[in-house]
């Protein structure tokens, strides 16, 4: 067979047959009852001795069954080689399990069976199965049928997944395409698993690389999940948001975005915003939006990628990948960003001040490669360093109390405070940074995140205030985000938890040309920027921000979780 192995010795060579799950005899006949191969080794046991020695390898004698659990009901067995070894394999709807054969004894012992490993793998863990064959130059189809390839979904270290794959080879054309009927039935029975999606590639991120990551790294993943793609590669800023506007999204399981933060935020904002018209909601007010249609995967390609650390807790496009084929999916909340007439944005995090001012002059400066632009509006933007005018207003959260006894105790005294559920709080000053973030927005340059006390889907934002301080003290402050010491530990640092926060700056007159290049208002004096999830906007007015609980499902993990989530694998 052009050099391959055959799997299995002279009359072995045939494929075990299947037991199906019905027509079995009952539990306890099958414990006392020795297994077919255990029958076939006591009858070669009376051939000529020498027969008997030339026998390599006897079937693996079967010990008693222990109780079966829900969805471990054997649904095949059969003999498979794997890594080079026969091996008895069972599978039932939650796992395949396989053990090696074993010599057998020349004295007939059975202790020798105990010495058996068996390996199990969870189906849960399991992505995509393949009929393996072996094809000549430039044949596309047919070929010689060698086995069935299972590739798995595995846990590395540092929060990283990778794939592996575990051939189980037997020439047997029946026996292999029943196993893989079997297998594929069970992997089409898993929720969440997209077969159809929409991707967005920005060919501009970063270093140009977006398009390079997704043809050399994601499209192969999703062609052997067998997940249909539609991919649009955006030509301009706003492409991906017009698209998802006429976008008949129900074609689709999901939506995937390979770019930086700003392509992540114009998508979700567009996936949000089709979400509305299609339920006929108005625009420019959406005191209460309704749920993005479908969940949106993140790849990262950008410079910062938080979102993508927020979700993964790693910068890598297959660990992406992987959580989008093995369908992931994590609640998430958002915001919304509007002026007193009209909806501006929807976004998981915002900056006024020093962030949005380091984004305005890195965004005037784009003929720049993207590292030294960043790194140059940093420097420029703090030596410059000016705090902002302006008045904020914040709900604090209200936290409910879980003692029944304590509520009725408060009872009274909420009553006589007519709207003290409804109590806004205000703040007026000057401030070198606001941040209004609804995730913990982790980074490489923040591994415990911008606003490491909020959560991914707890229903509320933090905002953090910077007061008006030397630029000495500023630095320590910045410098903490890369350290596990607390950043908010300084006396001009204050931290809330909010539901919703009003932002409105004090207009300044006479401002000079510095200011107005930095402000990048020069044309329009007043208007300020923001700085929302990587993405620049102007605005002079007052800007309300409200955070709406898990109203987009991403694919992803809980980063809490992914420390405590680790699998090995000893199939490869």
């Not at 506007?245 to 995937?256: I, R, S, T």
């Not at 093995?326 to 909806?343: A, N, R, W, Y």
Request: glycine residues 6%.
């Amino acid at each position: 067979m052009l050099g391959a192995a055959a799997p299995f010795l002279g009359p072995q060579r045939r494929a075990w047959p299947e037991g199906p799950a019905g027509g079995r005899p009952p539990r306890e006949q099958r414990a006392r009852a020795p297994a077919v191969g255990a029958v076939r080794a006591r009858s070669s046991a009376a051939a000529p001795e020498g027969r008997r020695q030339r026998r390599r390898v006897a079937p693996l004698a079967a010990a008693a069954a222990p109780p079966a659990e829900a969805g471990e009901e054997p649904l095949l067995r059969g003999i498979f080689e794997i890594s080079k070894r026969s091996c008895d394999v069972v599978l039932s709807a939650r796992r395949l399990r396989w053990s090696p054969i074993l010599p057998e004894s020349p004295t007939g012992d059975s202790r020798m069976v105990l010495q058996a490993q068996e390996e199990i793998i969870e189906m849960k863990d399991v992505f995509s199965v393949k009929l393996k064959r072996r094809r000549f130059v430039g044949q596309k189809k047919g070929g010689t049928l060698l086995g069935i390839t299972i590739f798995k979904c595995l846990n590395k270290e540092e929060n990283k997944l990778t794939d592996c794959a575990i051939h189980l080879n037997n020439l047997s054309e029946d026996h292999c395409h029943s196993w893989f009927r079997h297998l594929k039935e069970i992997l089409n029975g898993f929720q969440n698993r997209p077969k159809s999606l929409k991707v967005f590639v920005n060919p501009s991120s970063h270093k140009r690389e977006a398009a390079h990551v997704y043809y050399e790294q994601v499209a192969p993943l999703f062609k052997l999940a067998d997940i249909k793609t539609d991919v649009t590669v955006t030509e301009y800023e706003g492409h991906a948001l017009s698209v998802l506007k006429e976008c008949e999204l129900q074609a689709f399981d999901g939506v995937v975005c390979v770019g930086g933060d700003g392509s992540v935020s114009e998508v979700a904002h567009g996936l949000l915003l089709k979400a509305q018209i299609d339920a006929g909601k108005d625009t420019d007010y959406i005191p209460t939006p309704v749920r993005a249609l479908v969940p949106l995967g993140v790849i990262p390609a950008g410079t910062t990628n938080i979102l993508a650390h927020t979700l993964y807790g790693i910068k890598h496009a297959v660990t992406a990948t992987l959580h989008i084929v093995m369908g992931h999916i994590q609640p998430v909340d958002v915001c919304t960003f509007s002026t007193p007439s009209k909806l501006l944005r929807f976004g998981f995090s915002a900056m006024f001040g020093f962030g949005a001012r380091t984004l305005a002059l890195a965004e005037k400066h784009r003929w720049m490669p993207s590292n030294q632009r960043k790194d140059f509006a940093f420097i420029k933007t703090l030596a410059d360093l000016k705090p902002e005018e302006c008045e904020l207003s914040f709900l604090p959260l209200q936290i409910p109390q879980e003692d029944s006894h304590e509520n009725d105790r408060k009872k009274k005294e909420k009553m006589k405070k007519k709207g003290s559920k409804d109590q806004w709080h205000k703040i007026q000053g000057h401030f070198l940074n606001v941040s209004i973030m609804a995730i913990p927005c982790l980074c490489s340059m923040a591994p415990r995140g911008l606003a490491p006390n909020t959560r991914l889907n707890n229903g509320s934002m933090a905002l953090i205030v910077v007061q008006n301080t030397s630029r000495t003290e500023f630095i320590k402050h910045l410098k903490r985000y890369a350290s596990v010491k607390n950043q908010f530990n300084f006396p001009f640092v204050e931290t809330y938890t909010v539901q919703e926060v009003k932002v409105q700056p004090r207009l300044k007159s006479g401002l000079d040309a510095k200011e107005n290049t930095y402000l990048n208002a020069a044309s329009a004096e007043g208007n300020y920027p923001w700085n929302i999830d990587g993405d620049l906007m102007k605005e002079a007015s007052e800007v309300h921000v409200r955070v709406h609980p898990q109203l987009i499902n991403l694919y992803g993990v809980n980063t809490d979780d992914l420390e405590s989530f680790q699998a090995t694998c000893s199939c490869i």
